[in-house]
Nanobody, 123 residues
Framework: QVQLVESGGGLVQAGGSLRLSCAAS????????MGWFRQALGKERELVAA????????NYADSLKGRFTISRDNAKNTVDLRMNSLKPEDTAVYFC????????????????WGQGTQVTVSA
């Protein structure tokens, strides 16, 4: 399986930006669709964005379109999440996840997870 480590979380003021990064190791990274999820305190985990193995296809939670951008670099085994115009309601732990090998699109079988990185947006 792919091993995932997130970085880039922190405290930011409302209206600010953050870039999260996920470094992958293990099996061939480029064989997996990837996703970013988030889980706020007391809420269920939700899909933020996903990207296909080639990077050609992406999808986003409807409420986040236009503010968040997912990208990947298969040469560096990384997948990033750029977050702009952050709001207090974006406060959550953000997780990187890998879909099953050669998974279908949109991905729905995330099998590997990172430990998460905290994002806190102050008002």
């Amino acid at each position: 399986q792919v091993q995932l480590v997130e970085s880039g979380g922190g405290l930011v003021q409302a209206g600010g930006s953050l870039r999260l990064s996920c470094a992958a190791s293990g099996r061939a990274f480029r064989e997996h669709n990837m996703g970013w999820f988030r889980q706020a305190l007391g809420k269920e985990r939700e899909l933020v964005a996903a990207i296909s193995w080639s990077g050609a296809r992406t999808n986003y939670a409807d409420s986040l379109k236009g503010r968040f951008t997912i990208s990947r670099d298969n040469a560096k085994n990384t997948v990033d999440l750029r977050m702009n115009s952050l709001k207090p309601e974006d406060t959550a732990v953000y997780f990187c996840a890998a879909d099953s090998q050669y998974g279908r699109w949109p991905p729905d079988d995330f099998v590997s997870w990172g430990q998460g990185t905290q994002v806190t947006v102050s008002a």
